[in-house]
């Protein structure tokens, strides 16, 4: 212990994944400082309240059951873990009709009227296949499915073993709301890995916040740490001199330039990794405006090319109120920006809200009353987890994972959504911890 309080650690990053790495390398005795270039931590864990109404720049809410770490986060450092509205449901669109969906089980899949009888039998087959026969699986480290499962793209799976109506309106329409891309750039294990997840936590899986937006648990972080903020680093070299150990907690696009002497493996591994960009859109809308209690409505790729999904967050949070509007955050696919980059503010707002009636009978009623809010632009929104990105990621972990104490934490690292990417930095720090401890 006293070799661990002697040794420093600089964290690069002060996003969800370099403060939970550097909360559990103080808690462990070292010394830590972290280098930020905002002025406020969290990444794509924060939330704007400068409004009355919170907007969350990128996580837009917390799993409870699944996100075991940050829920013991917020338990340990005091930060409200709040349930939502227990009635609240999730809705995929289908010949402009909303469908309930609710996974808890196989049998569950008979409700599935966005699906065909033949498709949800088809649906029923993979399900008890993932359930009975699969091998352990894991979706927030993804390194640790078997890799067979990376050779093949959900959307080639289902398409050519199971059924194509379940690529169109289950696996595309969640991967677009999720990860903001189509499900032909996830590979199948992740498709596996989380519908295990869903079977395995089915009862438990309940959407949760924390008061005042994402960014409240990334905050409490940060409180306790030494954050340097609006200190933009452009290379580590020198800081080698300075710190024992280094963490690049950023973006992989970011990480590549800080490594000081990259060599041509991992130049070719980081120019491998590709983002899904997207833009969240939102709306101030009557509070009341949806009577059904619906909290997330996907939309699938195949039902409209622009509107991949929108969020009502009064169901996140009922106190989410001012003067009886609350908001309403829609989000976009890839494919549509590409044709919209030069578009402004209040162009992607006119677009946006012209589009909604077509997958959102409520808005078509309150048309009159949907009035634009604030709008966000994700230009590095999520890592694609393609079965190569997985493959070379696995690879890369087992080879460059602390070489030259150099460590490296975020999603990127086969470490999907926020959960994900705490749990990587947890796991950077445990390496580090582990070799310094001998």
């Not at 794509?44 to 013991?72: C, E, H, K």
């Not at 696996?171 to 890995?193: K, N, W, Y």
């Not at 696919?333 to 503010?345: C, K, Q, T, W």
């Not at 490296?408 to 580090?432: K, M």
């Amino acid at each position: 212990i006293m070799s661990l309080k002697q040794k420093r650690v600089a964290v690069i990053g002060a996003g969800i994944a370099g403060l939970s790495a550097g909360h559990e390398l103080k808690k462990a005795g070292l010394e830590v400082t972290v280098f930020e270039k905002n002025n406020y931590p969290g990444g794509r864990m924060s939330t704007d309240n400068s409004s009355v109404l919170p907007f969350d720049l990128g996580v837009d809410f917390l799993i409870n059951g699944w996100y075991s770490t940050l829920q013991s986060y917020a338990e340990e450092l005091g930060v409200p873990w709040i349930l939502s509205e227990n009635k609240s449901g999730h809705r995929i669109m289908r010949g402009g009709i909303p469908r309930y969906v609710k996974l808890v089980g196989p049998l569950s899949i008979f409700k599935f009227d966005v699906l065909s009888v033949p498709a949800r039998l088809s649906f029923l087959k993979l399900l008890i296949k993932i359930r009975f026969f699969s091998p352990k699986l894991n979706f927030f480290d993804l390194s640790l499915n078997p890799p067979e499962l990376d050779k093949i793209s959900a959307t080639d799976y289902l398409s050519t073993r199971a059924s194509k109506e379940i690529s169109d309106y289950i696996a595309d329409p969640f991967t677009s709301i999720m990860q903001f891309h189509r499900a032909d750039e996830i590979g199948a294990g992740v498709l596996f890995s989380l519908l295990s997840e869903m079977m395995r936590e089915g009862s438990k899986f309940r959407i949760a916040y924390t008061p005042h937006g994402m960014g409240e648990i990334p905050k409490a972080l940060a409180k306790n740490l030494d954050v340097k903020y609006s200190q933009e680093i452009t290379s580590v070299e020198n800081m080698r001199n300075d710190f024992d150990a280094i963490i690049l907690a950023t973006t992989s696009n970011v990480t590549k330039n800080l490594l000081p002497d990259i060599t041509l493996g991992q130049k070719a591994y980081f120019e491998g990794i590709k983002y899904s960009s997207t833009a969240t859109v939102s709306f101030k809308i009557p509070a009341n405006m949806f009577a059904d209690n619906s909290h997330l409505t996907y939309v699938p790729f195949v039902e409209n090319k622009i509107i991949s999904g929108y969020d009502n967050t009064i169901q996140k949070d009922r106190n989410a109120v001012h003067d009886g509007t609350s908001v309403l955050n829609v989000y976009l696919h890839e494919a549509a920006l590409r044709g919209i980059e030069s578009f402004n503010e209040p162009d992607y707002f006119n677009l946006v809200k012209s589009e909604l009636p077509k997958v959102c009978p409520e808005a078509e009623e309150a048309f009159a009353d949907i009035a634009p809010y604030k709008m966000y632009k994700w230009e590095n929104a999520m890592p694609k987890f393609t079965g190569s990105h997985i493959a070379a990621t696995r690879e890369f972990l087992k080879n460059e994972q602390g070489k030259n104490n150099i460590y490296f934490a975020g999603d990127y690292l086969n470490a999907p959504w926020a959960e994900g990417a705490a749990r990587s930095g947890v796991r950077a720090a445990e390496a580090i911890i582990k070799k310094f401890s001998k």
